[in-house]
């Protein structure tokens, strides 16, 4: 593979602090997808087979009710990795992968994985790490889930996308429109609510001029007064 490819590897978490030879080395052993997005990777429940690590795009992860519904609990991004769970502890799926947008994927067999995961030390600390990070992330996300309303747990979820998505328009120095098509519906199933309650929120926003809606994307024109919002929501 390019040494392009190598170059964006050292970006992602796994192969953080290896060099260019191990790199390169075990660059032989994966699949190189493209998504053109609204793909879905796999379900929840099915044998998870691959490791993947995104090199471009956005895949969301999404967990399928017994009754139906859907919760979104995740996205990963550019240089993130996601399916290590179920192939270390040899369960099915926990959720379903969909694509939200073209991708360059990675993709590593479990075998490969599991060698990669037993052979070399520093992936072993680097995969550790990144566990400790999600669970982390998930157990704030629980306890706001728990002890806020929807409008709390609405405003911190886009000032989250808002620093980690995030783009520059001309609109101003502070404004950046998020890097995300997300319906309302799929807001609604991040913060456990409903689309109703999102278009009400949204629209009480856009009419203090927080924020806009700019082909489909929102843009977050003054964050600092936004996080003030969010902080006195939190009180």
């Not at 090199?55 to 991004?77: H, M, T």
């Not at 369960?91 to 694509?99: C, F, G, N």
């Not at 950046?176 to 409903?194: F, N, P």
Request: proline letters at 2%; glycine letters at 6%.
């Amino acid at each position: 593979m390019p040494s392009t490819t190598v170059q964006a590897l050292k970006s992602c978490q796994l192969f953080y602090k290896t060099d260019d030879a191990l790199i390169a080395r075990w660059l032989e052993r994966f699949i190189v997808k493209n998504y053109p997005g609204d793909d879905v990777l796999y379900e929840m429940g099915t044998e998870q087979c691959y490791l993947y690590i995104i090199l471009q795009g956005k895949v969301r992860l999404d967990y399928c009710a017994a009754d139906g519904k859907e919760y979104l609990i995740y996205i990963v991004s550019e240089g993130q990795f996601f399916g290590e769970i179920e192939l270390l502890e040899e369960i099915p799926s926990l959720a379903r992968a969909v694509v939200m947008e073209p991708s360059h994927i990675l993709m590593l067999a479990k075998k490969d994985f599991l060698q990669l995961y037993r052979d070399e030390h520093q992936v072993t600390v680097n995969l550790a790490k990144q566990l400790a990070t999600n669970i982390r992330w998930l157990m704030n996300k629980a306890n706001k889930s728990l002890l806020k309303n929807t409008e709390y747990r609405l405003a911190g979820l886009l000032l989250q996308f808002y620093y980690r998505f995030g783009k520059e328009t001309s609109d101003g120095e502070n404004s950046r429109y998020i890097q995300l098509h997300l319906t309302h519906d799929e807001l609604a199933k991040m913060v456990g609510s409903t689309r109703t309650t999102m278009n009400k929120l949204l629209s009480a926003w856009k009419e203090k001029g927080w924020l806009d809606f700019h082909y489909g994307k929102i843009v977050i024109h003054q964050p600092e007064l936004f996080e003030e919002y969010y902080r006195n929501l939190s009180q």
